[in-house]
Protein backbone atom coordinates (compact mmCIF):
# COMPACT_ATOMS: atom_id res chain seq x y z
CA UNK A 1 0.00 0.00 0.00
CA UNK A 2 3.06 2.53 0.80
CA UNK A 3 4.38 1.62 -2.82
CA UNK A 4 0.69 2.42 -4.44
CA UNK A 5 0.90 5.87 -2.25
CA UNK A 6 4.26 6.86 -2.99
CA UNK A 7 3.80 5.80 -6.95
CA UNK A 8 0.65 7.98 -7.18
CA UNK A 9 2.48 10.66 -4.96
CA UNK A 10 5.48 10.87 -7.32
CA UNK A 11 2.82 11.33 -10.36
CA UNK A 12 1.21 13.90 -9.14
CA UNK A 13 4.49 15.94 -8.40
CA UNK A 14 6.04 14.91 -11.98
CA UNK A 15 2.83 16.66 -13.47
CA UNK A 16 3.21 20.21 -12.74
CA UNK A 17 6.66 19.87 -14.17
CA UNK A 18 5.51 18.63 -16.87
CA UNK A 19 2.97 21.24 -17.54
CA UNK A 20 5.93 23.48 -16.82
CA UNK A 21 7.89 21.97 -19.50
CA UNK A 22 5.47 21.82 -22.47
CA UNK A 23 5.30 25.84 -21.71
CA UNK A 24 9.12 26.16 -22.14
CA UNK A 25 9.21 24.05 -25.43
CA UNK A 26 6.00 24.47 -27.58
CA UNK A 27 4.78 22.82 -30.08
CA UNK A 28 4.57 23.37 -33.58
CA UNK A 29 1.90 23.63 -35.61
CA UNK A 30 2.19 20.87 -38.72
CA UNK A 31 2.97 23.03 -41.69
CA UNK A 32 0.84 22.10 -45.24
CA UNK A 33 2.49 22.01 -48.81
CA UNK A 34 1.03 24.93 -50.27
CA UNK A 35 -0.38 23.89 -53.87
CA UNK A 36 -0.70 27.84 -55.09
CA UNK A 37 0.06 28.28 -58.44
CA UNK A 38 -1.21 27.37 -62.48
CA UNK A 39 -1.11 23.69 -63.13
CA UNK A 40 -1.61 22.71 -67.28
CA UNK A 41 -3.07 18.99 -67.93
CA UNK A 42 -0.36 17.43 -69.64
CA UNK A 43 -2.53 15.68 -72.31
CA UNK A 44 0.53 13.93 -74.14
CA UNK A 45 0.86 11.75 -71.02
CA UNK A 46 -2.64 9.68 -71.96
CA UNK A 47 -3.76 6.98 -74.29
CA UNK A 48 -5.29 8.09 -77.35
CA UNK A 49 -8.64 6.84 -76.31
CA UNK A 50 -8.50 8.67 -73.40
CA UNK A 51 -7.25 12.10 -74.94
CA UNK A 52 -9.70 11.78 -77.70
CA UNK A 53 -12.49 12.64 -74.41
CA UNK A 54 -10.68 15.07 -72.74
CA UNK A 55 -9.98 18.86 -73.58
CA UNK A 56 -6.81 20.53 -72.50
CA UNK A 57 -7.27 22.49 -69.06
CA UNK A 58 -5.59 24.92 -66.95
CA UNK A 59 -6.38 25.27 -63.39
CA UNK A 60 -5.30 27.87 -61.15
CA UNK A 61 -4.98 27.26 -57.25
CA UNK A 62 -4.76 29.84 -54.93
CA UNK A 63 -4.16 28.37 -51.29
CA UNK A 64 -4.58 31.33 -48.47
CA UNK A 65 -4.93 29.36 -44.84
CA UNK A 66 -7.71 26.79 -45.20
CA UNK A 67 -9.34 28.53 -48.20
CA UNK A 68 -8.25 26.59 -51.68
CA UNK A 69 -9.82 28.22 -54.69
CA UNK A 70 -9.14 26.49 -58.08
CA UNK A 71 -10.27 28.33 -61.16
CA UNK A 72 -10.53 25.45 -64.33
CA UNK A 73 -10.22 26.65 -67.42
CA UNK A 74 -10.95 24.07 -70.16
CA UNK A 75 -10.46 25.32 -74.01
CA UNK A 76 -12.45 23.31 -76.76
CA UNK A 77 -12.39 23.80 -80.77
CA UNK A 78 -15.14 26.18 -80.44
CA UNK A 79 -15.08 27.81 -76.81
CA UNK A 80 -13.00 28.19 -73.70
CA UNK A 81 -14.92 27.49 -70.18
CA UNK A 82 -14.05 28.36 -66.63
CA UNK A 83 -15.31 27.76 -63.30
CA UNK A 84 -13.96 29.16 -60.10
CA UNK A 85 -15.08 27.38 -56.96
CA UNK A 86 -13.87 28.23 -53.58
CA UNK A 87 -12.94 24.75 -51.17
CA UNK A 88 -12.83 25.36 -47.64
CA UNK A 89 -10.64 22.90 -46.35
CA UNK A 90 -11.90 21.25 -42.84
CA UNK A 91 -15.27 21.29 -44.04
CA UNK A 92 -18.04 19.58 -46.91
CA UNK A 93 -19.13 21.55 -49.85
CA UNK A 94 -22.18 20.35 -51.77
CA UNK A 95 -23.38 21.63 -54.82
CA UNK A 96 -25.34 20.33 -58.05
CA UNK A 97 -24.18 20.85 -61.57
CA UNK A 98 -26.22 21.04 -64.56
CA UNK A 99 -24.76 19.77 -67.92
CA UNK A 100 -27.02 18.73 -71.27
CA UNK A 101 -29.75 18.75 -68.80
CA UNK A 102 -28.88 16.37 -66.65
CA UNK A 103 -28.17 17.04 -62.28
CA UNK A 104 -24.93 15.97 -60.94
CA UNK A 105 -25.09 16.30 -57.36
CA UNK A 106 -21.51 16.98 -56.29
CA UNK A 107 -19.84 16.77 -53.03
CA UNK A 108 -16.31 17.53 -52.13
CA UNK A 109 -14.42 17.28 -48.67
CA UNK A 110 -10.91 17.64 -47.77
CA UNK A 111 -8.32 17.92 -44.70
CA UNK A 112 -5.34 17.73 -43.77
CA UNK A 113 -3.98 14.40 -41.94
CA UNK A 114 -0.34 15.88 -40.54
CA UNK A 115 1.40 17.29 -43.84
CA UNK A 116 -1.33 15.06 -45.83
CA UNK A 117 -4.02 16.80 -47.64
CA UNK A 118 -6.56 14.05 -48.42
CA UNK A 119 -9.32 15.08 -50.76
CA UNK A 120 -12.82 12.99 -51.33
CA UNK A 121 -15.06 13.59 -54.20
CA UNK A 122 -18.41 11.90 -55.07
CA UNK A 123 -20.63 12.78 -58.04
CA UNK A 124 -24.23 11.88 -58.18
CA UNK A 125 -26.09 11.46 -61.22
CA UNK A 126 -28.91 9.36 -62.91
CA UNK A 127 -28.99 7.59 -59.84
CA UNK A 128 -25.37 6.28 -59.94
CA UNK A 129 -22.42 7.32 -57.67
CA UNK A 130 -18.73 8.09 -58.63
CA UNK A 131 -16.36 8.43 -55.30
CA UNK A 132 -12.63 9.64 -55.83
CA UNK A 133 -10.45 9.50 -52.55
CA UNK A 134 -7.11 10.91 -53.25
CA UNK A 135 -4.20 12.44 -50.80
CA UNK A 136 -0.99 14.00 -51.16
CA UNK A 137 2.23 14.13 -49.38
CA UNK A 138 3.83 17.19 -51.57
CA UNK A 139 3.55 19.39 -53.99
CA UNK A 140 3.62 17.76 -57.11
CA UNK A 141 6.71 18.40 -59.15
CA UNK A 142 4.85 19.31 -62.41
CA UNK A 143 3.68 23.24 -61.88
CA UNK A 144 4.56 26.04 -64.21
Not at 15 to 22: E, F, H, K, L, N
Not at 93 to 109: C, I, K, N, P, Y
Request: proline share 5%; with cysteine; net charge neutral.
Amino acid sequence: MLRLTILLASAVAASPVAAQRSDIMPTKAPTHPDFSGTWIMDVSSLNAQTASMVSPSTLLITQVGSLLTLRTTSTTSTEEQSETVPYQLDAVRTDTLMQAGVATERTFSASWDGSVLVADLRLVSRGKTVRVVASTRSTPAVRC
